[in-house]
Nanobody
Framework: QVQLVESGGGLVQAGGSLRLSCAAS????????MGWFRQAPGKEREFVAS????????SYTDSVKGRFTISRDNAKNTVYLQMNGLKPDDTAVYYC??????????????????WGQGTQVTVSS
């Protein structure tokens, strides 16, 4: 089982930027797809972005395309989510996740088996 620790959340004004980081340990990071999900108050957790084990394939939910960028550094066992042009609707707890097995690529929540504790992102208007 991989352990995931997110950091980088906080309070920012609309239009601002934040970069989330997720440090992984426990297994071969470079063979697993990594993803970011978020859960706003009163809503279900939703997919935000994912990146393949090699970094050459990425996916985004429509509402963040052009504003968010997912990346990874396999030498540092870390995945990032650069968030620009933040909007109040982006306010949520953001979770890092690792796929349930190596070389699996999915944008569905059930394709991910390890989760971080979450980091709060609050965007004020």
């Amino acid at each position: 089982q991989v352990q995931l620790v997110e950091s980088g959340g906080g309070l920012v004004q609309a239009g601002g930027s934040l970069r989330l980081s997720c440090a992984a340990s426990g297994r071969t990071f470079s063979t697993y797809e990594m993803g970011w999900f978020r859960q706003a108050p009163g809503k279900e957790r939703e997919f935000v972005a994912s990146i393949s084990w090699s970094g050459d394939t990425t996916s985004y939910t429509d509402s963040v395309k052009g504003r968010f960028t997912i990346s990874r550094d396999n030498a540092k066992n870390t995945v990032y989510l650069q968030m620009n042009g933040l909007k109040p609707d982006d306010t949520a707890v953001y979770y890092c996740a690792a796929s349930i097995r190596p070389y699996l690529y999915s944008v569905r929540e059930d394709g991910f088996g390890s989760w971080g504790q979450g980091t709060q992102v609050t965007v004020s208007s």
